[in-house]
């Protein structure tokens, strides 16, 4: 499997309450008070939410996000995962040298192209 980046866009209203004698003037003092959004430390790293300066200014973000790009980050052909519940899976080695994955979770078992199988056909069958 390959590791990805996923990355989406989202709207965010912001709002900053200023005081001014017009529209045009309140937009222009927002304008200049705030001109940027800040990145804010939180929710494992320095550069996930967004912050603001003062109680006077807020952003909100209440919108679906559109994710319109995606980047490779890792290909690892080792990691395989169930398609099910999206554990890792673990590799089994059968009496046979053939390879299968199960899930710890679920307990499927796969093969290398994540058809279903059955761990049985891959050990000796002891008769008794
Ligand atoms: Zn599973």
New binding site residues.
Partial sequence: MKLYRVLGNTVVSVFKEVWANSKDEAIERACEELHCLTEYCGNGGCDKLVGVDGSDESVAADDKIEWDDVEELEDDPDHRE?P??H?ELDEVTGDNGETYWE?P??G?CYDEDYEVVDPEDYFDEDEE
């Fill in positions: 169930c099910n519940c554990e899930c979770e679920c499927t």
